[in-house]
């Protein structure tokens, strides 16, 4: 499969995310919500990795690599914390639309950090969807 296909299958899969933890964190402290999605993505993941073989890549990690990785994994841990925590205060379309906000950010932080152009085309394209959020969360 190519990229564009494997990015439409996340973004189903993270509409559902939104609903499923909508009915999930109800009367459930968001922090330990967010613990149990935690356990069950590690599973998950481990699962899939010793499947297929390539837990054998560890030993090849380099520092760099390694580091990244981490920080990416506790920026996401802060993403699913303050997800949980506006599902269980705001409407699930809401809180999904704003959260969807992160293409602005990735937008600018890839320009700044990866040099990866910003076009009038991508502009254009981050001032609808802003629009279309601000839309949806009201």
Do not use: H
């Not at 999930?24 to 998950?44: D, H, K, M, Q, W």
């Amino acid at each position: 499969m190519t990229w564009p296909v494997y990015a439409v299958l996340s973004a189903l899969a993270a509409g559902a995310t939104a609903v499923l933890a909508k009915v999930g964190v109800a009367g459930v402290p968001s922090n330990l919500a967010t613990a149990i999605r935690s356990v069950v993505i590690l599973v998950f993941a481990w699962g899939l990795v010793l499947a297929r073989g390539e837990q054998q890549a560890l030993a090849s990690l380099s520092t760099r690599s390694l580091v990244f990785l981490v920080l990416s994994g506790c920026a996401t841990g802060l993403s699913w914390l303050a997800y949980f925590k506006a599902l269980q205060l705001g409407p699930a379309p809401g809180v999904a639309a704003l959260d969807k906000l992160s293409l602005v950010f990735t937008l600018v932080l890839a320009a700044l950090f990866l040099g990866q152009p910003v076009t009038g085309r991508s502009v254009l394209g981050i001032g609808l969807m802003v629009a279309g959020a601000l839309l949806v969360a009201r």
